[in-house]
């Protein structure tokens, strides 16, 4: 599970990288109950962009999984 400090960081690179950049409230709400793994992680970023994982570019969604992928531990990731 990541912290609050890490939720926060993984969502500054994904709004510099990728241009999620997430409304503050849904950013604390997930700071504050982070979604346990990486594919429920990336399924919360969608919405929260106003964009649904199930339509999203596959490109657009890989490119979003590798960079929650490179904050998650390594062990918490079932998929990796």
Known sequence: MLT???VGKLLDRL???LGF???PDDGMRLAKNPPGDV???VDAV???E????EMADRHLYRQVTKVVRE???RDSD???
């Open 4 to 6: 609050p400090v890490q």
């Open 15 to 17: 709004c510099v990288d």
């Open 21 to 23: 950049c997430l409304p």
């Open 39 to 41: 594919r429920s992680f």
């Open 46 to 48: 969608f919405p929260a």
């Open 50 to 53: 106003g964009m649904n994982p």
């Open 71 to 73: 904050a998650f531990p």
């Open 78 to 80: 079932p998929y990796a």
